[in-house]
């Protein structure tokens, strides 16, 4: 590919394909009210779902408010670890004011990078991306430096809403697609009130590709023309 066609692309990300589909804008990080959440029990049904217990180490990516993140550090408890990370510096820094207020010593926070989770390898019994994976505008490049940081028999758990990937969704299909390029096997699917949405699990099997070996998808062009 000609460099002028990457050039609007971090420069480490242009050795993957581009993603083929609209990206939703980064909006809110309180995504709804956490009381109204909890009402429908959003929190417990995915970690529920995401079989996560005491002593597993965890980490939230694109954590905003921190709405999974404390609840993440309750269920793990003191023998586990959580690690919530966004992208963007001011929310990072008001997650970091609302763990020490909150006092979860079992939970560290972090930078990421839209292509890059910056993740420590082989590390985590789960990686969620709740509500935000529709605005990761790198996924093959993103997707590819995740998955080194699950250990084995980890799972990446993604919660999402089924509508067009510019406005705060993906279509399950196309999720599917995009991971299954990454070597993902999709484990579990459930649809529910409470999410808004749906719950998505992925477990890596076999090889991770080469980045110039992977093959993108290209369903968002096809469901526009349909």
């Not at 749906?198 to 477990?203: H, K, P, R, S, T």
């Amino acid at each position: 590919m000609h460099d002028d066609a990457n050039r609007d692309r971090p420069a480490s990300a242009r050795a993957f394909p581009r993603a083929d589909r609209p990206v939703s804008r980064g909006g809110p990080t309180d995504y709804a009210a956490e009381d109204q959440r909890d009402q429908a029990q959003e929190a417990t049904l995915v970690m529920d779902l995401a079989d996560v217990r005491s002593g597993m180490t965890v980490a939230d990516l694109g954590a905003g408010a921190g709405y999974y993140t404390v609840r993440l550090a309750r269920r793990v408890g003191p023998r586990g670890r959580v690690l919530g990370e966004d992208v963007v510096p001011e929310v990072v820094e008001r997650l970091g004011l609302r763990v020490e207020r909150e006092n979860l010593q079992n939970t560290a926070i972090k930078l990421g990078a839209s292509d890059d989770p910056r993740l420590p390898q082989g590390s985590f019994d789960r990686i969620f991306l709740a509500h935000v994976y529709h605005e990761v505008d790198e996924p093959y490049a993103f997707l590819w430096r995740l998955r080194p940081a699950l250990r084995e028999g980890g799972k990446v758990i993604v919660v999402d809403a089924d509508r067009a990937s510019d406005t705060h969704g993906i279509p399950p299909a196309l999720l599917f697609c995009e991971f299954s390029a990454l070597g993902f096997r999709l484990s579990q699917f459930v649809r529910k009130p409470a999410l808004q949405g749906y719950y998505a699990q992925f477990e890596a099997t076999g090889a991770r590709a080469r980045p110039q070996d992977i093959v993108p998808c290209r369903m968002a062009s096809r469901a526009e023309e349909t």
